[in-house]
């Protein structure tokens, strides 16, 4: 079983940065991703960063494509999201998620999930 803690959130004003980690422990990290919710609306999915068959892969929301980064860092077991040119839509609680199946991982299929962030972006 990994467990997730992330952190990094915080209160910014738009057009700001903010980056987001998450740190996992009791075993390899795997496949990460990051999801979304925001007050009233659905989960929905961020970024997400495995392996494929090609190597390292990344995959992002179009909604975020150009202005957060997705990385990780396998020797400290922990993933982050660079998250630039914030918006107000971007506020939301942001959750860190594991699986073993990099597709199932991005549908929301995920074998762990963090306790989430809060990130606030002031317009």
């Known amino acids: 079983q990994v467990q997730l803690v992330e952190s990094g959130g915080g209160l910014v004003q738009a057009g700001g940065s903010l980056r987001l980690s998450c740190a996992a422990s009791?075993?390899?990290?795997?496949?990460g991703a990051w999801f979304r919710q925001a007050p009233g609306k659905e989960r929905e999915f961020v970024a997400a960063?495995?392996?494929?068959?090609?190597?390292?892969?990344?995959e992002y929301a179009d909604s975020v494509k150009g202005r957060f980064i997705i990385s990780r860092d396998s020797a400290k077991n922990t993933i982050y999201l660079q998250m630039d040119s914030l918006k107000a839509e971007d506020t939301a609680d942001y959750y860190c998620?594991?699986?073993?199946?990099?597709?199932?991982?991005?549908?929301?299929?995920?074998?762990?999930w963090g306790q989430g962030t809060q990130v606030t972006v002031s317009s």
């Open positions: 960063i495995g392996w494929s068959w090609s190597g390292l892969t990344t």
């Open positions: 009791g075993r390899s990290f795997g496949h």
């Open positions: 998620a594991a699986g073993s199946d990099l597709r199932a991982l991005i549908r929301g299929n995920a074998d762990n």
